[in-house]
């Protein structure tokens, strides 16, 4: 059974960072795209960023571009979200999302693409 455990949620300030990982295990971690989502209250989810299977494809929403990264480590069965500037409106649950992908660089953007999910990681960023 897949499981996809986030963490590195938290409280930081406006103009702070803070690195998300999002461990995946019971599949093979090498043959799944992977993406990172966020919920804010009241609002419905949104895409974040995502990596193709090999992590030489990524791309990003456009109000993250330039403060966030996508990376992964397939040693480690983990993605990682490195975001930095941030401001309260970045204030959401993240969540990564998985789902096998047959060509390497292949990127979802859509969350109905992805068959698997993480719980979730809080992020508050107070002004």
């Known amino acids: 059974q897949v499981q996809l455990v986030e963490s590195g949620g938290g409280l930081v300030q406006a103009g702070g960072s803070l690195r998300l990982s999002c461990v995946v295990s019971?599949?093979?971690?090498?043959?799944?795209?992977m993406g990172w989502f966020r919920q804010a209250p009241g609002k419905g989810r949104e895409f974040v960023a995502a990596?193709?299977?090999?992590?030489?494809?990524?791309r990003y929403a456009d109000s993250v571009k330039g403060r966030f990264t996508i990376s992964r480590d397939n040693a480690k069965n983990t993605v990682y979200l490195q975001i930095s500037s941030v401001s309260p409106e970045d204030t959401a649950t993240y969540s990564c999302?998985?789902?096998?992908?047959?060509?390497?660089?292949?990127?979802?953007?859509?969350?109905?693409?992805?068959?698997?999910w993480g719980q979730g990681t809080q992020v508050t960023v107070s002004s």
């Open positions: 999302a998985g789902r096998p992908a047959l060509v390497s660089f292949t990127t979802y953007l859509n969350d109905y693409d992805y068959l698997d």
């Open positions: 990596t193709s299977r090999s992590g030489l494809s990524t």
């Open positions: 019971g599949r093979t971690f090498s043959t799944y795209a």
